[in-house]
Every structure is written in structure tokens, then in C-alpha cells.
């Protein structure tokens, strides 16, 4: 692959899914559903899911993500939960939160 963008939109490529943007290390995929995050490593991202996923669509998902990075000889990682935060402007601010999963998060009743 010739860049990080091109190995993570082959990453999506099962999921009919794209970035939509990156910032540094991070790439936004369409639908909000996670995010994908470069560790640095080469061959090594991170899946950080949306709080608002369901667990069943986190699942889905990351079975079919781990099969493509697989496919593509890729180390893919879970990296927690996150939030989204709209502030002043057209601006955002991510909250992580690295060891809470979807599930986790579903289960304490937390839906932000």
C-alpha cells in the first residue's frame, strides 16, 4: 500500500465504508459507527468504537475487520470507546475512554 489512507480504505473495503477525513493519526469512517487509528507501527491500527454503536454492530464489524486486516497481513487492535464533543465553531473534541467496550459502556447505561 502506498500510504496509511490506502491501507485503512482497503481496511473498510468489506464493509462498503470510507474515511471521510483523517487528522494525524486518526481516520474518520463514514457513519460514525469507529474510528480507525494508526499506532505507528507499520502494519499495526487500532479500531476505537463509537459509544452510540450497538454491541451488535460493533461485533459485526470488528469480525469482518479482523478478517480483512488478516486478508491484508495487518495487526488490527481494539483501542476502548469514545465520544464525539461539538464545540465552538465547526470543531470537535474527541473524549477516549481506552478501556471501555461498547458493551461495557451499553450495560452500565450510558448513551450519551
Known amino acids: 500500500m502506498s500510504s496509511t489512507l490506502d491501507t485503512v480504505n482497503a481496511l473498510l473495503e468489506p464493509l462498503g465504508l470510507k474515511v471521510t477525513h483523517a487528522y494525524n493519526d486518526i481516520f474518520f469512517v463514514e457513519h460514525n459507527l469507529f474510528l480507525v487509528l494508526d499506532s505507528q507501527e ?3 491500527l487500532f479500531l476505537c468504537f463509537n459509544q452510540e454503536c450497538s454491541p451488535d454492530k460493533a461485533a459485526l464489524a470488528a469480525l469482518t475487520l479482523y478478517a480483512q486486516a488478516d ?3 495487518l495487526e488490527l487492535g481494539l483501542s476502548g470507546t469514545y465520544t464525539m464533543e461539538e464545540i465552538a465553531g465547526q ?3 474527541l473524549h477516549f ?3 471501555q ?3 461495557e459502556d451499553h450495560a452500565n447505561g450510558k448513551t450519551h
Do not use: C, F, N, R
Request: no cysteine.
Open 91 to 93: 470543531e470537535i473534541k
Open 71 to 73: 486478508e491484508l497481513g
Open 42 to 44: 507499520e502494519g499495526t
Open 101 to 103: 467496550t461498547v458493551k
Open 97 to 99: 475512554h481506552p478501556q
